[in-house]
C-alpha cells in the first residue's frame, strides 16, 4: 500500500525558501512512478506545481518555474520540494502525490499547510 | 490560471442526477485522458475517474464520466448527501508540458 507523508516548515517569510520532503512508503521511488507535486490555497482550487522521475527527468509548471527545484533522495525514499523567493501567494497546503506518466494521479499525501507570513 | 474550466457549482436533491461540465481545448482534453476527483473538506482529493470513463475500483456506478471534442463531463446519479464535495477535473495538457486542473466544482445536496 503505497503511502505519502509531506514534511516541514509550517510558516515560511516571504522572500525565503519553501522546502518540503516526501516520505514514500509501500513503493520504491526508483519504480515506474512521476512523483508529483500539488498545491492548494485556501479555500481556492487545486494547482499543479510539478512533477520529477527517479531518473531525474522533470516537468515544471511554467508559472513557478523559475522558482522551482524538485530532487529524489533513492537512499531515503523520499522526494523534495523547494520553491524560493516565496510570497504570501504561495501560502497553500501541499501535497505530494504520485501516478504514471501522463496518467491519473493514483496517490496522495495527506497534505502540510504551509504559511507564508512575516 | 486553470485552463479547465468548471461550473463553480451544482446541486440537487437526494435522489437526482447532476451534471458537471469541464471545458478545455485541443491542447489537453482533445487530445489527452481526463480524471476525475473528489475532495471533501480538509481532505486530499480522491480518484473517481480515469481515462475518461473508467471507474477505478471501490468507486460506485453512480458516477459517471464521458469525453466529447475538448469537453468532459461528470455525472452523479442518484445524489446523495454524501456527495456532497468538490469536485475537480484535470487532463495533461501538451503546449504546457504538465497538468492542468478545473477550476473545481462545488456539489451542494439541497
Known amino acids: 500500500q503505497v503511502q505519502l507523508q509531506e514534511s516541514g516548515p509550517g510558516l515560511v517569510k516571504p522572500s525565503e525558501t519553501l522546502s518540503l520532503t516526501c516520505a514514500v512508503s509501500?513503493?520504491?521511488?526508483?519504480?515506474?512512478?512521476?512523483w508529483t507535486w500539488v498545491r492548494q490555497p485556501p479555500g481556492k482550487g487545486l494547482e499543479w506545481i510539478g512533477e520529477?522521475?527517479?531518473?531525474?527527468?522533470?516537468n515544471f509548471s511554467p508559472s513557478l518555474k523559475s522558482r522551482l527545484t524538485m530532487s529524489v533522495d533513492k537512499s531515503k525514499n523520499q522526494i523534495s520540494l523547494n520553491l524560493n523567493s516565496v510570497t504570501a501567494a504561495d501560502t497553500a497546503v501541499y501535497y505530494c502525490?504520485?501516478?504514471?506518466?501522463?496518467?491519473?494521479?493514483?496517490?496522495w499525501g495527506q497534505g502540510t499547510l504551509v504559511d507564508v507570513s512575516t | 490560471q486553470s485552463v479547465l474550466t468548471q461550473p463553480p457549482s451544482a446541486s440537487g436533491t437526494p435522489g437526482q442526477r447532476v451534471t458537471i461540465s469541464c471545458s478545455g481545448s485541443n491542447s489537453n482534453i482533445g487530445g489527452n485522458y481526463v480524471f476525475w476527483y473528489q475532495q471533501f473538506p480538509g481532505t486530499a482529493p480522491k480518484l473517481l475517474i480515469h481515462r475518461n470513463d473508467q471507474r477505478p475500483s471501490g468507486v460506485t456506478d453512480r458516477f459517471t464520466g464521458s469525453k466529447s471534442g475538448t469537453s468532459a463531463s461528470l455525472a452523479i446519479s442518484g445524489l446523495r448527501p454524501e456527495d456532497e464535495a468538490d469536485y475537480y477535473c484535470a487532463s495533461w495538457d501538451d503546449s504546457l508540458g504538465g497538468r492542468v486542473f478545473g477550476t473545481g466544482t462545488k456539489v451542494t445536496v439541497l
Open positions: 502525490a504520485t501516478s504514471y506518466q501522463f496518467a491519473e494521479i493514483q496517490h
Open positions: 509501500g513503493v520504491s521511488i526508483t519504480n515506474n512512478n512521476w
Open positions: 520529477i522521475y527517479h531518473r531525474g527527468s522533470i
